[in-house]
């Protein structure tokens, strides 16, 4: 059974900073894009990460560039979101996405497997 288990949300204060972890198990993602996606109440999910499948390749929506950083490391099957300096705006459960593609894309439709999603909470 192929699973995504993310983890390392929680809440924090406007400015402060939390690292997700996604780890993976059933099966190896090493030869695809992975992804996180975030979700608020009330509103669509959307893209806010992605990276190659070797990791040589990153992208951000523009309202995290400069703040998160996403990694990978295909050894242990895990993707990271490091989280920086973050914003009331950034309230939202956030999920990591396998793609069935070597490179990025944003769209969700393109990721195959999801996990449960961890909740990030940034108090203002």
């Known amino acids: 059974q192929v699973q995504l288990v993310e983890s390392g949300g929680g809440l924090v204060q406007t400015g402060g900073s939390l690292s997700l972890s996604c780890s993976a198990s059933g099966r190896t993602f090493s030869s695809v894009a992975m992804g996180w996606f975030r979700q608020a109440p009330g509103k669509e999910r959307e893209f806010v990460a992605g990276i190659s499948w070797r990791g040589d390749s990153t992208y951000y929506v523009d309202s995290v560039k400069g703040r998160f950083t996403i990694s990978r490391d295909n050894a242990k099957n895990t993707v990271y979101l490091q989280m920086t300096s973050l914003k009331p705006e950034d309230t939202a459960l956030y999920y990591c996405?396998?793609?069935?593609?070597?490179?990025?894309?944003?769209?969700?439709?393109?990721?195959?497997?999801w996990g449960q999603g961890t909740q990030v909470t940034v108090s203002s």
């Open positions: 996405a396998a793609g069935r593609l070597r490179v990025i894309v944003a769209a969700h439709r393109f990721y195959d497997y």
